[in-house]
């Protein structure tokens, strides 16, 4: 396996519901953290990549944040992929760093999404009206809605049950309430979740992520700088479907998740069967399931019943209770590699597969850790 | 290249009909409309009609909207229907109960819903009590 970067540093905002503080306040503290956990100053790191947020500063948050922290770096961009931009960053960072572009890079994702959203229901309603997108927005659509058509799809197609899918959450939230700082850590039961409210049907709400405020921060360097505690990036692959539903003509299978995986374990030289630990973006239950079958955990049509299965897949409770941000898939990552995890901790772990998707579930990235050297 | 902006879909609509954009080099159907022809990559595409007839792809019963004019409506149907001329596109459901709706349905285009703008939005509603049993195929 040749690492094609190496990340030697992780930090994580104090975040959680409702915190009362501005985005651009997460994402410094945990970029400082990143930079504290790698040993260093920020004078010793030049390059960031930041994720634009949903609810604050969508325009040229790298400046705003490099503007937070005091700090001019040499290689600055903000990117947005939906849910997957942390994971498409790092993708970038291993790029820009072969290209020479910086020696070390911040890739950092954060958003207020509690403190800031607007407390007017009219207010936050008024974002779509005006029918901007004629092919969507007159037919009221909710984020819940394009997973909620591939969740029933994949009812009605393969017999995946409620049970299942409200399995996944139950899991979540075990593992959740053993970690500290978790968002959500109250367990729950299979009965709560099939009888929560529904949101759009099948799917209720225990079967939708938290909404958080949080930051998170890895800082990459080039894998020859691999020693330690540093956790290198041995692969990384991404696919595109399309963004609008309408693009993807089968419901039950994702073909840009597939390539996105297939690329990743190429270049890492590893298949699904050597996965250690697996951290997989869960916007909703059914993108869990989607993200095992595409990823060749299971074949297609089984991942209900592969969901209650061995391979251990986000220890820290994930966004169904850890936080609905985005980068602690990769931190949590790291710290199983380094076997830091403070519970969840899978004995020996060695590779780590990420998945970032978005798009409902069309757009899709994979990063593959492992130890340096 | 003709331009792929919705304006002859929703002056269509507004007449009560459904337009698509069709490929003149191949024939292949699609909507939303785009700048080529996804099956062939043609640039000569034109807008025709289509029948307003096609299969509900997948559903969801909507709790919460995104907006007034669809919390006022709720629980509705938000769905996605194939065309029989190609083309896949998002729309609402009505009059139906969720429980009568099957994916794989037959389903016609109403032109019942107008906005303050007054412009028509196309909604889809069952075009048959139940699709044959046959039908259901793929699920076994």
Redesign the interface.
């Known amino acids: 396996m040749t690492a094609r970067a190496t990340i030697i540093g992780i930090g994580e905002a104090d975040g959680g519901r409702r915190t009362g503080r501005s985005g651009v306040e997460l994402g410094a503290e945990a970029a400082l953290r990143a930079v504290a956990d790698a040993g260093l100053t920020l004078d010793a790191v030049d390059g960031l990549l930041v994720e634009s947020p949903d609810v604050e500063q969508h325009h040229m948050a790298h400046l705003a944040l490099a503007d937070a922290l005091a700090w001019r770096p040499r290689f600055a961009t903000s990117t947005g992929c939906g849910g997957a931009t942390p994971f498409a960053n790092v993708i970038l960072a291993a790029a820009a760093l072969e290209a020479r572009l910086a020696e070390r890079i911040l890739v950092v994702d954060y958003d207020a999404r509690q403190t800031r959203r607007n407390a007017d229901p009219a207010q936050r309603m008024a974002r779509t009206a005006g029918h901007k997108n004629p092919w969507e927005d007159p037919y009221g659509p909710v984020t819940a809605a394009k997973f909620a058509l591939i969740a029933r799809a994949h009812m009605e197609r393969f017999g995946t049950t409620r049970e299942q899918l409200a399995a996944i959450t139950v899991r979540a939230r075990q593992q959740g309430a053993r970690r500290p700082g978790a968002q959500l850590r109250t367990p729950v039961s299979l009965e709560e979740v099939l009888a929560s409210p529904p949101i759009a049907e099948p799917l209720h709400v225990l079967d939708c992520c938290v909404v958080s405020d949080w930051g998170s921060a890895l800082l990459l360097a080039h894998a020859a700088h691999g020693r330690g505690r540093a956790v290198d990036v041995l692969g990384f692959g991404q696919g595109h479907q399309g963004y609008a539903i309408t693009r993807a003509p089968d419901l039950t299978a994702f073909p840009g998740i597939a390539e996105s995986g297939r690329l990743a374990y190429e270049m890492a030289g590893v298949g699904p069967a050597d996965v250690d630990v697996a951290l997989l973006y869960v916007s909703f239950t059914i993108t869990l399931l989607i993200a095992y079958e595409n990823l060749g955990f299971c074949p297609i049509g089984e991942g209900g019943k592969y969901a209650s299965g061995e391979l251990p897949v986000n220890p820290h409770g994930g966004q169904l209770s850890y936080s609905g941000g985005h980068g602690h898939f990769l931190t949590e990552a790291v710290r199983q590699l380094r076997g830091e995890a403070p519970s969840g901790q899978v004995p020996g772990a060695r590779v780590a597969l990420c998945h970032g998707s978005a798009a409902a579930v069309l757009s899709s990235y994979t990063v593959i850790l492992g130890p340096p050297g | 290249m003709t331009g792929f902006g ?1 304006q002859p ?2 002056e269509a609509a507004r007449e009560g009909r459904l337009a698509l954009q069709r490929c003149s080099a191949c024939g292949h159907g699609q ?2 409309p785009m700048a080529r022809c996804e099956a062939c990559g043609s640039r000569e595409l034109a807008w025709t009609a289509a029948a307003g007839l096609g299969i509900l ?15 006022a ?1 709720v ?2 149907i ?3 229907v194939d065309l029989d001329e190609g083309g ?5 459901v009505v009059g139906s109960e ?1 429980s009568e709706l ?2 794989g349905q037959r389903v016609r285009a109403v032109f019942r819903r107008t ?1 303050d703008s007054g ?1 028509v ?1 196309p909604e889809f509603a069952r075009e048959e009590p139940e699709r044959p049993t046959a039908d259901r195929g ?2 076994d």
């Open positions: 919705p879909y929703l909507l939303p792809a997948s559903f969801a019963v909507l709790h919460r909207a995104p907006d007034a004019e669809h919390q409506r629980p509705y938000y769905a996605l896949r596109i998002v729309t609402n969720p099957r994916i906005d412009q939005w793929r699920r």
